[in-house]
């Protein structure tokens, strides 16, 4: 359903997508996941039609995103980060609003702004201003704006910041009803447990790049049983990441920067072993962790950094 192939988007010098590529299955549900600047909103604006890309090519049900855009446009739907609804109109006059942009007219277009108001459960406050909305409420009208088309592909551009937990749980089945019924989905967040909840697959972005791309479930994979990173004086590094690779049960060992990681199928008894390890190799550990095994742990492992610091 979405294709994106060797996608690239400069400012002036500085390649903010660099070279991505991946495809989205019809009725997918498709996770883009990157800290803040990771390049989420500029690649799915390109998918939206609302930025030209400077290289590769991007098709939606074989349209060509750039040259063949009015094909594109009726097909998808787009909730942006950035709230798009007009602050002083009633919620029933901001749909309404939308739905005369794809030529609904007379009792088709109330009947339509009236389901719509239903679907996201704000009908009892159709007739108020928005900015009296709480954030919760403005993010549900602009995910009803989005789908207001009816439209075969859905863009969720961080659907769930700065939103209260009973919208944010709205959203969640909201999403999940939107899967059920084939809709095909592109959802960025840098909130790894609601990838983890509701992405078939995700691709982790970092720098414009994707790091990795599969199911949450091969991802958290990668960690075995779980993931142990110890900070040690940069000359120890190479001789602790040496030793460690014999300890039992590890998987894999490996240093970044002047940290040790250790991937292993038993982290309760790989964590005394390092500790001897170190003791004999005369390396003071300056930290250590041991975390398990899910996407926030996964991003740390790929990049050196949390997600959110
Ligand atoms: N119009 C622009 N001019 C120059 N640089 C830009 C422009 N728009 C975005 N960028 C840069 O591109 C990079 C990617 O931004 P983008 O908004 O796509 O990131 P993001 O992953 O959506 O981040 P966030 O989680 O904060 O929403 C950032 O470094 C940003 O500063
Ligand atoms: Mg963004």
Redesign the pocket.
Known sequence: MIDVRGLI?R??S?A??NNISFSVAEGEIFG?L????????????ILATLLHPDGGAVSISGYDVTRQANRVKPMIGFVP?DLALYPTLSAFDNLSFFARIYGFKGKALSDKVESSLDMVDLRNRAHDAVQTFSGGMKRRLNIAAGLIHDPRVLFL??PTVAVDPQSRNFIFEHVEKLKRAGMTILY?T?YMEEAERLCDRVAI?DH?EILALDTPKKLIGLLASGLIRVKLPSDKVPVVAAGARDLPHVREASSQDDVVKIVTDDPLSTLPALIRLCDARSAAMLSLEMLEPNLETVFLHLTGKRLRE
């Open positions: 988007k400012y002036g500085n903010v997508v883009l990157g800290p803040n600047g990771a390049g989420k909103t500029t690649v799915i604006s980060q551009d961080e960025t840098h972005m414009g």
